[in-house]
């Protein structure tokens, strides 16, 4: 299991863009956190969730 | 009368004990987008007595921004930069400042954000806010980050809360509420944003790292 957002989801071996894409998510208003970490934009179709992950996905919406 | 720096500097020191003081004294904030965030962000660190803010924008003040940013009518035309660096100095006249009257990019934002200690992401655009923030995370890993998202509109004020994403990265707002959804931006409610954001920055300076 991965948990992302809070949520425990099955998506091991699954990459980051592939993870995002099936989310719905628009990838150039996201920043993704990877156990404490950044997950640089160049590595999201590389970075592979791997059980155990903590994962943040912050969206940002406009305004300010 | 305006005061002397000794008699401005002494008034913080007895508000804010001489230590935390020194603190804020010798930290440089670097606001990005002087809007209905950033303007507020800057008084608030300005008022607190912040060593020196970075006012970055590359925009100028209009009749449509005096609802919810710190602007006076008689600035309308004026770069931000200079209108907010003018108002910051009537009050505070000893603050320090560097204005770049430039968009910040991912070719310009190593140089223009070098000497921040803390940097506010406080621009409009979602995609703008996005990319400062994977930009300082990825490529300036010693820096903070203090951003915000999801500020519009007539939702509680309680819903506006600020959150530790990782160990130099904290989000404002309610992560929901896009300026595109309803009636746009409230003053009120913008501020309280900024709010969190300014005193994010403080509690940073004060070693308080914890939300």
Redesign the interface.
Known sequence: MVRINGENLDVVGNSVAEYLDSAGY?L????V?LN???V??AQYADTIFKDGDSV?V??????? | MIPSKEEWIKSLNDRHGIELQNKILSTTVAVCGLGGLGSNIAISLARAGIGQLMLIDFDKVDITNLHRQQYKVNQIGMSKTEALRNNLKEINPYLETKIHTIRLDESNAEDVLSDADIICEAFDNAECKAMLTNFVLEQMPDKYIVAASGMAGLDSSNAIHTRKVSKQFYLCGDEISDVKDGIGLVSSRVMLCAAHQAHTVLRIIAEEYEV
């Open positions: 628009d150039m208003r996201v920043a956190e404490g970490n950044i640089p934009k943040e912050v969206s940002f919406v406009g305004g300010g």
